[in-house]
């Protein structure tokens, strides 16, 4: 079973809307959460990094939040354009060496 | 500066014959990562690579996969006598000298590997 959950597994949006996708995890010892963005046929890219201290983040207009106790993380997209079609992907990283789980992702799609 | 660089970006072999995928991290980076993609599936690690070590291998098939990571020279995972199975996206990050955790990793373009 995957330790990292994304949903909804697919949604599209009108270009201008916000949404928000989710993320719960069962990883442990955790360490940090991460939110990368993958374009179609690339390597992913990284949106932000958090703690387990830190329960908001921000990257333009991208803003996570983490609540460690319900081990639940959202990433919000605010005024959605068409270069953020794309799969989002929730990735946990252990404590120890950082190894990484990964979410099998949102894919994002952002109508005209 | 620049990022992570994989070759080839697409590789197809037959059914028995090797294949032999590259990564050259970002300057200034020790440590390599290997992950596979599976069609509609999230990455899933492979192994962990420091120059000349082999740190964490524990998501690396015991068959015909091996990695490493010279001291000069580009990562490379090797799968020997490919099957159908192991068509998917092999995708390398490096990163800086140790973080512990905290270790951001940046990720390059992939090779989509296709085996007929």
């Known amino acids: 079973k995957n330790q990292v959950e994304q949903s909804p597994q697919s949604l599209i949006i009108l270009e201008g809307k916000n949404c928000t996708l989710q993320?719960?995890?069962?990883?442990?010892?955790?360490?940090?959460l991460r939110w990368y963005k993958q374009d179609t046929g690339r390597g992913p890219v990284s949106l932000t990094i958090m703690t387990f201290s830190e329960n908001t983040k921000s990257n333009g207009r991208y803003t996570a939040t983490l609540d460690a106790d319900t081990k639940q993380s959202s990433l919000h997209i605010t005024a959605s354009q068409l270069s953020d079609s794309a799969s989002y992907i929730c990735v946990v990283s252990a404590r120890s060496w950082g190894k990484l789980q990964f979410g099998a992702g949102t894919q994002v799609v952002v109508t005209p | 500066n620049a990022g992570v660089m994989q070759n080839p970006r697409h590789l197809v072999r037959r059914r028995g014959q090797e294949a032999r995928l590259r990564c050259s991290p970002m300057k200034g980076h020790s440590h390599v990562y290997w992950y596979r993609q599976l069609p509609e599936e999230g990455l899933k690690f492979m192994v962990y690579l420091q120059k000349e070590n082999i740190i964490d291998e524990s998501g690396m098939p015991k068959e015909r996969f091996s990695a490493e990571f010279p001291k000069e020279g580009p990562s490379i995972l090797r799968i020997q006598q490919v099957v159908r199975g192991d068509s998917a996206a092999y995708f390398c990050?490096?990163?800086?000298?140790?973080?512990?955790?905290?270790?951001?990793?940046?990720f390059g373009p992939g090779t989509r590997l296709t085996v007929l």
């Open positions: 993320c719960n995890y069962t990883v442990s010892p955790f360490s940090n």
């Open positions: 990050a490096s990163s800086p000298p140790d973080r512990g955790s905290y270790n951001e990793q940046f």
